[in-house]
């Protein structure tokens, strides 16, 4: 689980939203020092760039979600984390 100690059910709270940006700072994906326990437009950039860097998103990277911008990110998530 590389640290995420929350519940494997689905639901993104705000502990597992912080802990993405979290893992994405570490990928250097992850452009700010702060970290948001949301769906805040720099974790979601951050997913964003991490999936353009996987071949799985060719969307702007601009903290928007977007349907390019789920599939990206689920596709991340799902294999990754």
């Known amino acids: 689980m590389a640290g995420y100690a929350g519940e494997i059910d689905g639901k993104m ?5 912080f ?3 979290k893992r994405l700072a ?4 992850y452009q700010s020092g702060s970290f ?4 805040h437009p ?3 950039a951050a997913l964003q ?5 996987h071949g799985q998103y ?7 979600w ?16």
């Open 19 to 21: 802990f993405v940006a």
């Open 26 to 29: 570490v990928g250097g994906y």
């Open 36 to 39: 948001y326990g949301s769906e």
């Open 58 to 64: 060719s969307g702007p990277v601009d903290g928007i």
């Open 49 to 53: 760039r991490w999936a353009a860097a």
């Open 66 to 81: 977007g349907p390019n911008s789920y599939r990206g990110a689920a596709w991340a998530l799902n294999r990754a984390f």
């Open 42 to 44: 720099l974790t979601i």
């Open 13 to 17: 709270r705000s502990d597992a939203w």
